[in-house]
């Protein structure tokens, strides 16, 4: 009977030492400072003059095109 106590503790202990149930409050921390960061870097490469100047470029072509 002691064995089967010991085998259950055993179990019960490793259970809650790998037991994840979502993230910790500095993992939210470092994804919304990833997040931000990267839609920086994003907001600022859609707005740099060459991405404007493409996509200008791209819709008066599409624009005076004869069908």
Do not use: Q, W
Request: hydrophobic share 55%; charged share 15%.
């Amino acid at each position: 009977m002691m064995v089967n106590t010991m085998r259950a503790l055993t179990a019960r202990l490793t259970l809650l030492a790998v037991e994840e149930d979502g993230m910790s409050t500095a993992e939210y921390a470092i994804g919304t400072i990833a997040a931000a960061a990267f839609g920086a870097v994003l907001y600022s490469v859609v707005t740099g003059d060459s991405i404007v100047t493409a996509l200008t470029n791209i819709i008066d072509k599409a624009l005076s095109t004869t069908v």
